[in-house]
């Protein structure tokens, strides 16, 4: 059984940066794709990025493009979400995942292992 524990969130003024942290235990992320989620007050869950096992295949939401990086550390279990440029739209619980049989997907019920999720608020 895989556990997510998310980190990193917290509260910023828009412009700001934040790095997420999701740290895996319970087995190795060997061959398995990450993702980033988010879920803002009244909305559905929407895609943030996601990334391959190796790192080759990597997916933003077009949003998000040219300002978040999704990064991993298979030695450390470890998968990161930096976050520039930030903006008010980008406030929400953000989510890690993880899918043993995918390649960076976008869609969320592919991914079978969730953490608890992290808020990040972002100040106007």
């Known amino acids: 059984q895989l556990q997510l524990v998310e980190s990193g969130g917290g509260l910023v003024q828009a412009g700001a940066s934040l790095r997420l942290s999701c740290a895996a235990s319970g087995r190795p992320l060997e061959n398995i794709a990450m993702g980033w989620f988010r879920q803002a007050p009244g909305k559905e869950r929407e895609f943030v990025a996601a990334?391959?096992?190796?790192?080759?295949?990597?997916n933003y939401r077009d949003t998000v493009k040219g300002r978040f990086t999704i990064s991993r550390d298979n030695a450390k279990n470890t998968v990161y979400l930096q976050m520039n440029s930030l903006k008010p739209e980008d406030t929400a619980v953000y989510y890690c995942?993880?899918?043993?049989?995918?390649?960076?997907?976008?869609?969320?019920?592919?991914?079978?292992?969730w953490g608890q999720g992290t808020q990040v608020t972002v100040s106007s």
């Open positions: 995942a993880a899918d043993p049989w995918g390649t960076a997907q976008t869609m969320d019920f592919v991914y079978e292992y």
């Open positions: 990334i391959s096992w190796s790192g080759d295949i990597i």
